[in-house]
């Protein structure tokens, strides 16, 4: 885990809880509080790399590509189908945010896209996960379907084509309640769909 070097932040002690799915860690600090004392602290982070998400859209036909596929965390914690409506995503891997993203897309949509744009990057959960995702959008078209995607392994994942107006009309009714999600319909919102 890497950690840029703060004076007022000390690593005690980091222990590997899990490394079953990917790295659980309990990391023991201290921490300079305001006053020039030292606090102790314990936390848990959970590092599973970093990743890229990409928001495929049609300006013409004012639509977008979604993915649908089943989510655990979401089933265990409340979502009685466990199925999520999404953006394509995945982790980087060995590969930069623009390649692992154009990687995830041919896989997850069968889709070739050409250019593509990084609009931000964000930490998702930083309470407890390491992870910051990057960003995209790009425009598709029919011609660019080179497959059926759905994913590799054990993904099972469906291509959604939703209208743009209907895409936000589902986070109103939480249809769509996938945070990265979320953020990309709004941004689209406000600087690809504004008329």
Not at 25 to 49: F, I, L, N
Not at 135 to 151: C, H, I, K, Q
Request: charged share 30%; glycine share 8%.
């Amino acid at each position: 885990m890497n950690a840029r070097v703060n004076p007022d932040i000390d690593i005690v002690k980091t222990e590997v809880l899990s490394d079953n799915w990917y790295v659980l860690r309990k990391v023991h600090y201290r921490m300079r509080k305001p006053d020039g004392t030292w606090a102790e602290r314990t936390r848990e982070a959970y590092d599973r790399g970093n990743g890229a998400t990409i928001l495929l859209y049609d300006l013409q036909r004012r639509t977008v590509l979604l993915t649908r596929q089943f989510r655990l965390p979401t089933y265990v914690n409340g979502n009685a189908s466990g199925m999520l409506l999404e953006t394509c995503a995945g982790l980087l891997d060995a590969d930069n945010p623009e390649d692992a993203i154009r990687r995830e897309t041919r896989e997850e949509t069968g889709y070739e896209i050409g250019a593509v744009r990084k609009v931000f990057e964000a930490y998702m959960s930083p309470g407890s996960v390491t992870e910051i995702l990057h960003f995209f959008v790009a425009e598709y078209s029919a011609a660019a379907r080179v497959g059926d995607g759905g994913g590799v392994d054990d993904e099972d994942i469906e291509v959604v084509e939703m209208d743009f107006d209907a895409a936000l009309a589902a986070i109103r009714s939480g249809a769509i309640r996938d945070g990265k999600t979320i953020m990309l319909l709004q941004y689209a919102a406000l600087h690809l769909f504004a008329a």
